[in-house]
């Protein structure tokens, strides 16, 4: 299976970073509202966070990549046949997932920065963590999750639409192989 995409299919760099990408997005959903259920002074939500992070981190440096990659590297396969209204809603979701992991990262980030949680999570800093929702980016954090799991319910639901009632390959070209 070539490294670049073809008119029909999606070459190994794009499969592998979808599929990375969506391993990331439901371990940082499950990672993030099982933290911001605990208690703060609860060691193990300092546990989860040390995870949470770096994850967070990884995906904004995956989906630049993405995008350097679409842009410089390789073009998408022709779309397969649908009505006009449902390739624009695509395209749409598609984008708003490149919005909302990057507000997602950005708001995380901010978080850590403007509250001086890093000592507590990654410099051995004994302290208790602080209250998040102290800080503004804690708002727009909190409503990008629920954003992303919208997406994540068309998105899915759609593949599994055309896969299942469709049966037009669209599922199947996002994946390892060339069928
Ligand atoms: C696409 C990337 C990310 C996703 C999908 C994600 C997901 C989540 C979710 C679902 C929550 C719980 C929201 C709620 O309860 O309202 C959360 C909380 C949190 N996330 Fe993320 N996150 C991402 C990136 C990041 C990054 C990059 C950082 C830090 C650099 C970060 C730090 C935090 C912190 C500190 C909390 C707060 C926990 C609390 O309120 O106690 N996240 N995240």
Do not use: C
């Amino acid at each position: 299976m070539p490294t670049k995409s073809s008119t029909n299919h999606y070459g190994t760099v794009a499969v592998t970073i979808h599929w990375i990408s969506a391993l990331l997005i439901f371990t940082l959903i499950g990672s993030g509202f099982r933290a911001s259920g605990m208690e703060d002074a609860a060691a193990a939500k300092v546990a989860i966070l040390q995870v949470h992070v770096p994850l967070g981190v990884t995906i904004l440096l995956l989906t630049l990549l993405r995008v350097i990659w679409w842009v410089f590297a390789d073009k998408k396969p022709r779309p397969v046949p649908m009505p006009t209204w449902q390739e624009r809603s695509s395209r749409a979701v598609h984008l708003l997932f490149y919005v909302v992991i990057l507000g997602m990262a950005a708001s995380g980030i901010g978080m850590m920065v403007l509250s001086g949680a890093g000592p507590v999570l990654f410099g051995g800093s004994s302290e208790t963590l602080p209250d998040f929702w102290k800080f503004l980016p804690r708002v727009p954090h909190g409503i990008g999750a629920r954003v992303m799991i919208a997406l994540l319910v068309v998105h899915a639901g759609a593949a599994l639409y055309h896969h299942f009632f469709k049966r037009d390959g669209l599922l199947r070209r996002m994946w390892f192989g060339t069928g």
